[in-house]
């Protein structure tokens, strides 16, 4: 019996594969325990962009909507530390090379025409690192990390469960391909 007022929440990101994720656990651990609230190794990803509660139904036309994106791939460095305040989290970030800012702009607009309302906060790439941060974390030295953005996922986040990749998609002529 399918109900209407079923909801997921959703967001598009990239996922890490284990290499790169290693290399966001060991910059985590320069920080030291900023927070009790570390994010899980497992959740670690770089939020492209947040579709929070969707209509269940609707996940269907968001995984084709999505599929019509053709954005390249690129190399994202991943350099410096932040905190955002607000939201009270620590996070390691770098600048959107402009095919990722491509791929957002991309996203927003097959989002929109679905109808969707969606966060459209403008796009600060980061992996939050640690949530319930009180105050500005230091900001240690350590080695830039160069992720080959291959892919883009569409994730759904259950309260108390790992994010579940739901689908992913391969971007063109992407970083890791171009070595080939």
Known sequence: ???????SRLFFAL????????????????LGQVS??????????????????QPAD????IKEAAGDVTAAGCKLRLDRIGWFP????AWLGG?????LSTLVDDLKSAMSTL??????RPFRPHVTLFRQ?????PCPDFEPLDWPVSEFALVESKAGHPYEKLKSWPLKGSAINDSQ
């Open 1 to 7: 019996m399918s109900q209407s007022h079923d909801f």
């Open 15 to 30: 996922w890490p594969d284990e290499e790169v994720r290693a290399g966001i656990v060991a910059r985590r651990e320069c």
């Open 36 to 53: 009790r609230r570390r994010v899980p190794d497992h959740n670690l990803h770089l939020t492209l962009l947040f579709l929070g509660n």
């Open 58 to 61: 609707r996940v269907a036309a």
């Open 86 to 89: 607000r939201p009270r989290v």
């Open 95 to 99: 600048d959107a090379p402009t095919p």
């Open 115 to 120: 109808d969707l309302v969606f966060d459209d």
């Open 133 to 137: 941060v009180r105050r500005r974390p």
